[in-house]
């Protein structure tokens, strides 16, 4: 069985500041992984994803995120918060490309001006 | 851009009812999935449907819950007796093969259940 876990359910940055919401994943094979973004009221968008390759993966919005299997992580990053990006983040993972996506908890994250 | 669509986006019904959530999912998909997010909480897992049938099902989807593709583009999520704890936003998701992984949502549709 998959699953994730974010650290942090709320994260406070403030405008222009390093985001870096954490997440890390149990899975008994190679995984799937996932971040989705959440805007109040609206669906899930794909911010980026890992399935094999490279393992720096750049998103929309300027994020990134690191596959380290040592450490079993996938951290979402953004060198500098722009107020448009608060929303809620969502890790996910998935243990096959057919199989389920499973979710964390969601961080949510507020920017401060 | 393809999307997947969902109808209607807020349903309000008594407990007791039946409920149908509609989607279309992007035409050339073939994985068609149910998940629901009761309201501050985590994204779950209902469903998922390939090759017209269910593939995998969680503990949530219960005898209440059907889902069908009644023909080439929709699919549809029936609560048979909605109960107070159905109420939540459920998002009809959809993929294309396996090897592309992730899965493209739907805007959602809201249930409140009286």
């Known amino acids: 069985a998959q699953s994730v876990t974010q650290l942090g359910s709320h994260v406070s940055v403030s405008e222009g500041a390093l985001v870096l919401l954490r997440c890390n994943y149990s899975?008994?094979?190679?995984?799937?992984l996932f971040w989705y973004v959440q805007y109040p009221n609206q669906g899930l968008q794909l911010l980026l994803k890992y399935t094999t390759g490279a393992t720096l993966v750049k998103g929309i919005n300027g994020f990134e995120a690191e596959f380290k299997k040592s450490e079993t992580s996938f951290h979402l990053t953004k060198p500098s918060a722009h107020m448009s990006d608060a929303a809620e983040y969502f890790c996910?993972?998935?243990?096959?490309?057919?199989?389920?996506?499973?979710f964390g908890t969601g961080t949510k994250l507020q920017v401060i001006p | 851009e393809p999307e997947v669509t969902q109808t209607p986006s807020h349903q309000v019904t008594q407990m007791g009812q039946e409920v149908i959530l509609r989607c279309v999912p992007i035409?050339?998909?073939?994985?068609f999935y149910w998940y629901r997010q009761i309201l501050g909480q985590k994204v779950e897992f209902l469903v998922s449907?390939?090759?017209?049938?269910?593939?995998?099902k969680s503990e949530i989807f219960d005898d209440q819950f059907s889902v069908e593709r009644p023909d080439g583009s929709n699919f549809t999520l029936k609560i048979r007796s909605t109960k107070l704890e159905d109420s939540a936003m459920y998002f009809c998701a959809s993929r294309a093969t396996p090897n592309t992984g992730e899965l493209f949502f739907g805007e959602g549709s809201r249930l409140t259940v009286l």
């Open positions: 035409s050339n998909h073939l994985y």
């Open positions: 996910a993972v998935s243990i096959g490309g057919y199989q389920k996506v499973t």
């Open positions: 899975s008994s094979v190679p995984p799937y």
């Open positions: 449907f390939y090759n017209n049938e269910i593939s995998e």
